[in-house]
């Protein structure tokens, strides 16, 4: 067999989106303004594509009238919720760069995520469980000589946030984006660190945005499927896999729960009638391993997402019979990819789903290197770089 290059790349009909994240999702508005965008299925809150867009330009003015400038670091740290979502976009839509950051990190570790990343405003839960935020805030906020402003979610200050925006005309509001660009970062993740303190990687409009569409274009999403989004939206699974993936095509994202729950999770995709569910491996097994798992309803769903470790295959098995996933995806990457780098494909069978990370997404170049020299290996078939790829 000849020897090749370990490498190859991803070809395909569809064009990367020019668009930033906010003109993007003026095009769903536009499209489906009466379709739900989102679901808050513990407060029981819902919104339109309209609503949805209407609330997150009055927090955008929030920001444009607290001074918020273009490349202006804008840190949030906090479990799922609506609110969540809602900073997302406002803040893609001023240009500022959101900074994600873990609910679980402890002090010392938000002090340096705030110094780090240089983070002016903070948007953050109440408490969750047993963290008390706004006591861990209070605790560093005097080494933090950049933070001006916190705001709660949940908050009465929140509500007061927000309606600062009221005074700021939506003419505004354009004239900011159209100071934009779609290779503007608007997003730091930071990465588990394994010498020390995590790393922010530093992310684009164009970067997450395109990697979203992609994933979402690979399980086949259109306005008609609603997304139910157990994973952490701190993490590009949750806001690009899953948020970005949604809006880019018009489906519904469904927030079951603050934090995982096998429970929860299940009685929203019962309720919403999700068509979609994301999860690491370890979620769909408790999902699967839940009491009463075989009363839930779970006919409505047709693909998902599972992704963060090998998946095994009597797992998958389980996935495809008795949750009806039957074109569930696997995606691998990492955070400074954007994240997703290969993905399986919705006809692909169980061996490949289960042995594979996938094959290369559309626009991308993958090749395996030697390490020492930088050079292409050789000995891989074409189209097997997917594989060597977990290694």
């Not at 970067?207 to 259109?222: D, H, K, S």
């Not at 949604?246 to 603050?258: I, Y």
């Amino acid at each position: 067999m000849t020897s090749e290059l370990s490498y190859t790349h991803g070809t395909g009909p569809t064009a990367l989106l020019g668009d930033t994240i906010g003109a993007n999702l003026d095009r769903a508005v536009a499209a489906w303004p009466q379709r739900e965008a989102l679901v808050d299925v513990p407060s029981g809150r819902r919104w339109t594509y309209a609503e949805f867009a209407a609330d997150v330009d009055q927090l955008a003015c929030a920001l444009l009238a607290s001074g918020v400038a273009k490349g202006d670091r804008v840190g949030i740290w906090a479990v799922n919720c609506a609110e969540w979502v809602l900073v997302q976009y406002a803040t893609a839509r001023v240009g500022a760069v959101m900074v994600n950051i873990n609910p679980a990190y402890r002090t010392h570790e938000v002090e340096y995520v705030l110094n780090q990343a240089g983070i002016s405003l903070l948007f953050a839960t109440v408490r969750h469980r047993t963290s008390d935020y706004r006591a861990m805030v209070e605790e560093v906020r005097v080494r933090c000589p950049r933070l001006t402003e916190t705001v709660y979610i949940g908050d009465p200050g929140w509500e007061a946030f927000a309606g600062r925006g009221s005074a700021v005309p939506r003419e505004e509001l354009r004239a900011r984006e159209a100071e934009l660009s779609c290779d503007d970062p608007i997003n730091i993740q930071y990465t588990s660190g394994t010498t020390g303190f995590p790393k922010g990687a530093t992310l684009s409009h164009h970067n997450i945005l395109n990697n979203g569409y992609f994933v979402g274009e690979l399980v086949a999403y259109t306005e008609q499927d609603r997304v139910c989004i157990p994973v952490p939206f701190y993490h590009c699974f949750g806001m690009v896999m899953g948020n970005l993936a949604a809006t880019s095509h018009g489906a519904c994202m469904v927030v079951p729960a603050p934090s995982f729950d096998p429970e929860a999770t299940l009685e929203a995709v019962q309720r919403e009638r999700c068509t979609s569910l994301y999860g690491v491996p370890t979620m769909f097994i408790a999902e699967l391993n839940l009491p009463g798992f075989a009363a839930y309803d779970l006919s409505s769903l047709r693909t998902g997402i599972m992704a963060g470790s090998p998946c095994p295959v009597e797992v998958m098995k389980r996935v495809v019979a008795e949750m009806h996933m039957a074109e569930v995806s696997i995606c691998y990457g990492m955070t400074e990819t954007s994240p997703v780098s290969l993905q399986t494909r919705i006809e692909d069978d169980l061996e490949h789903r289960t042995g594979t990370v996938g094959r290369v997404l559309p626009h991308l170049e993958v090749k395996v290197v030697d390490p020492v020299s930088g050079s292409p290996g050789r000995g891989a078939r074409r189209g097997s770089c997917a594989r060597a790829a977990t290694a």
